[in-house]
């Protein structure tokens, strides 16, 4: 990418990458340009808490002999459910993640809120205490493991940046950091650039859509980032293609003139 650039290109492998394997993963990388992948649970590549400690290092090497960096490990782990079993069993999944992220030497790990619980008769404000303790706990294990919590910007009414900013206050851990989703959610209310304001001192992550969608201000957003000091990965989560190269190349064009980059 060229050193003009102060945003680095990453690629999510939910969706266009879902049945790739790690080396199909860097080799496609290397050609299109992009400079690191984010992992996500489940998919092809298998990089999950099953690996052996071998399989695990091999993993390692595999991506520091290689110009593509792993950005993170991307899980589902959420923390909202009413039942006090099913948010344990989310925070101990988190706890194997970091530790797995650990081992195949990466430095973070995705997980999210997936929803408000008001239908139940939950209030707002304990469902995200609850998230945001959820993180405290997750935070404070994964610093022994030089492992960030990253918190993606989801789900139902916490997609909210006002309550995410709650959860990050309620989590009050500095080894947790916000995943900016690029939703559509982040226009509503005071807007962007006042909602972005609210968290960008805490984005350690970028995740965005597909470019050309004008429904969202993606120069502008571009721009905010720059702006607010962030040099870290935008990874794009786009759908699958047949040409999935020819896709990648152009979305680093997009990616690239969007910054103003000549």
């Keep these: 990418m060229s050193q003009k650039s102060k945003l680095h290109l990453g690629l999510v492998t939910y969706n266009l990458a879902k049945d790739w394997d790690i080396e199909t993963i860097i080799t496609n990388c290397i050609e299109a340009e992009f400079e690191g992948v984010e992992l996500r649970t489940t998919h092809a590549h298998a990089v ?33 459910a009413i039942e006090p079993e099913i948010v344990r069993q989310n925070i101990e999944g988190t706890k194997a993640y970091v530790k797995l992220a650990h081992d195949v030497g990466t430095h973070g790990v995705k997980v999210r809120p997936n929803g408000l619980q008001t239908d139940k008769g939950i ?26 919590i990253r918190v993606e910007v989801h789900g139902k009414g916490t997609s909210s940046l006002p309550y995410m900013k709650k959860i990050i ?45 004008e429904e969202y201000p993606w120069r502008k957003m571009l721009h905010l980032l720059i702006d ?12 699958e293609s047949p040409d999935p190269i020819r ?12 910054q103003g980059i000549l």
């Excluded at 206050?169 to 950091?177: G, P």
């Excluded at 896709?247 to 969007?258: D, N, T």
């Design 169 to 213: 206050d309620y989590a009050d851990c500095d080894n947790v950091f916000i995943c900016w989703n690029s939703n559509q959610e982040d226009l509503v209310g005071a807007g962007l650039e006042q909602n972005f304001e609210l968290v960008k001192g805490k984005i350690h992550l970028v995740h965005i859509r597909d470019l050309f969608l």
């Design 228 to 239: 607010s000091g962030y040099r870290g990965f935008c990874c794009a989560e786009i759908p």
């Design 123 to 148: 209030p707002v404000e304990k469902t995200l205490q609850q998230i945001g303790l959820s993180l405290k706990e997750c935070g404070e294990f994964a610093s022994d493991y030089g492992v960030e």
């Design 48 to 80: 999950e808490v099953g690996l052996s400690q071998v399989q695990r290092q091999q993993i390692k090497l595999r991506f520091s002999d290689s110009p593509i960096k792993l950005i993170g490990l991307g899980s589902a782990f959420e923390y909202h």
């Design 247 to 258: 896709v990648m190349k152009y979305y680093r064009a997009l990616f690239l003139a969007y």
